[in-house]
């Protein structure tokens, strides 16, 4: 069975950090292209970013609005892939999912919230 | 940035067949993926690879391509089918992922 766990999200003032972690489990980890998406309340899916196999080269991408602040990376001993969030902004208040997306793999997904 | 537009809302009565559409210009080469997401819930993957049905979907749901337009089709659409729709692809490089804006399905 496939499983995605996020964690690390929580209330944080602006300019300030977090980073959240997803733990996967069912599938070979280390083969996958592994992507973070968020969901402001109310309103849609947001791509933030995606992180490719180390085989394939490890490379990142990050969407225009969070690029720079923002940092994918993972740890394929430990199944586990991290958002580094730093420089938070009020509009980076969301649900965050990690999802191997193409597979239809998500997790439940973790709120971070981001308020003074 | 690479946009996917999709309808806000669809409306259709039990029974008829909904379509959404989903138009972006490098829908031409690159795969369209459709999720359903129902409130306060994870998204659920209908489609994948344009018209691909991943397990326990219902035959109901199906997909096509065209063009720079890609299309989702409920046929004989159900009241627990309703929710909000995205579509999902990539930019022409393919290291850009993006989503629809999202459409609203109701059956009623």
């Known amino acids: 069975e496939v499983r995605l766990v996020e964690s690390g999200g929580g209330l944080v003032k602006p300019g300030g950090s977090l980073r959240l972690s997803c733990a996967a489990s069912g599938f070979t980890f280390s083969d996958a292209w592994m992507s973070w998406v968020r969901q402001a309340p109310g309103k849609g899916l947001e791509w933030v970013g995606r992180i490719k196999s180390k085989t394939d080269g490890g490379t990142t991408y990050h969407a225009a609005p969070v690029k720079g602040r923002f940092t994918i990376s993972r740890d394929d001993s430990k199944n586990t892939v991290y958002l580094q969030m730093n420089s938070l902004k009020i509009e980076d208040s969301a649900v965050y999912y990690c999802?191997?997306?193409?597979?239809?793999?998500w997790g439940q997904g973790t709120l971070v919230t981001v308020s003074s | 940035s690479y946009e996917l537009t999709q309808p806000p809302s669809v409306s259709v009565s039990p029974g008829q067949t909904a379509r959404i559409t989903c138009s972006g210009d490098a829908l031409p080469k690159k795969y369209a993926y459709w999720f359903q997401q129902k409130s306060g819930q994870a998204p659920v993957l209908v489609i994948y690879?344009?018209?691909k049905r991943p397990s326990g979907i219902p035959e109901r749901f199906s997909g096509s391509r065209s063009g720079t337009m890609a299309t989702l089709t409920i046929s004989g659409a159900q009241v627990e089918d309703e929710g909000d729709y995205y579509c999902y692809s990539t930019d022409s490089s393919g290291n850009n992922e993006v989503f629809g804006g999202g459409t609203k399905l109701t059956v009623l």
């Open positions: 999802s191997r997306v193409g597979r239809g793999y």
């Open positions: 690879e344009d018209s």
